[in-house]
């Protein structure tokens, strides 16, 4: 997909659990190609969008369609790729015995399995058993997994949280270069320096999108050259979202 089209477009997309809406009628656009950050506070109802991207959320309506197709076909498998915040590797394997088994799964091959590993730093710990992996450790294991296949979307939950700040920047520095290479990114973050990394920004409160542009563009909008104040005046309702 070329950089300058669109990766997810979203329209009217409301996701209810029991009687209760959690989204209320989302519209926006990813464009392709980029690092797009997800943020708001807890309980906004950022892994709910994540999860109805990927096709995993229930009673979802309206429309989301992800890759010009809608969210959740069985097509959209191998080119879509979800990070949970939980581990998603078995403990009880090694790294390199994971990531041979979802390459298996993909039909990736052995080449893609090193480059995954070195992309985030764990050749080294290839041969060590996942549950004996510190937090950190373990989620660079499920990024590496995510990796495996070239997928064209990368979603991604708070994938740097545990991490010391020399790793954030190298993981940083490879999610930039997956973009260039024009794989999209959507990367759900409570940091804001993170958020400046990021080309664009969703920003969620209480399941509604109040506002989206990039760093700066945000910024200038809350007259502020300050993104953690930006948030939480946009956050706080001092601004008309």
Request: charged share 25%.
């Amino acid at each position: 997909m070329q950089r300058g089209s669109f990766a997810v477009h979203a329209d009217g997309l409301t996701v209810s659990r029991g009687p209760a809406e959690v989204l209320h009628g989302l519209s926006f656009e990813i464009a392709a190609g980029r690092v797009t950050g997800l943020l708001g506070p807890s309980g906004c109802g950022k892994t709910t969008l994540m999860r109805a991207l990927v096709g995993v959320q229930r009673h979802v309506s309206g429309t989301l369609r992800v890759l010009g197709e809608q969210a959740g076909m069985p097509s959209l498998r191998a080119r879509v790729a979800y990070l949970t915040q939980a581990p998603s590797v078995y403990g009880d394997l090694t790294v390199r015995e994971n990531l041979d088994y979802f390459a298996a799964i993909l039909g990736a091959g052995a080449a893609e399995v090193r480059q995954a590993l070195d992309r985030v730093e764990l050749s080294a710990l290839g041969d060590r058993v996942v549950r004996r992996l510190s937090g950190g450790e373990q989620a660079r294991a499920s990024l590496a997994s995510a990796l495996l296949g070239e997928p064209q979307l990368l979603v991604l939950d708070e994938p740097t949280v545990g991490l010391d700040p020399v790793l954030r920047r190298q993981l940083w520095r490879l999610f930039a270069e997956l973009a260039a290479g024009g794989t999209t990114l959507l990367v759900s973050s409570h940091v804001m320096d993170e958020a400046r990394r990021c080309e664009e920004i969703l920003l969620l409160r209480d399941g509604r999108l109040i506002a989206r542009g990039s760093p700066d563009e945000l910024a200038r909008r809350t007259g502020t050259e300050d993104l953690d104040e930006a948030f939480l005046r946009l956050v706080g309702g001092e601004l008309d979202g």
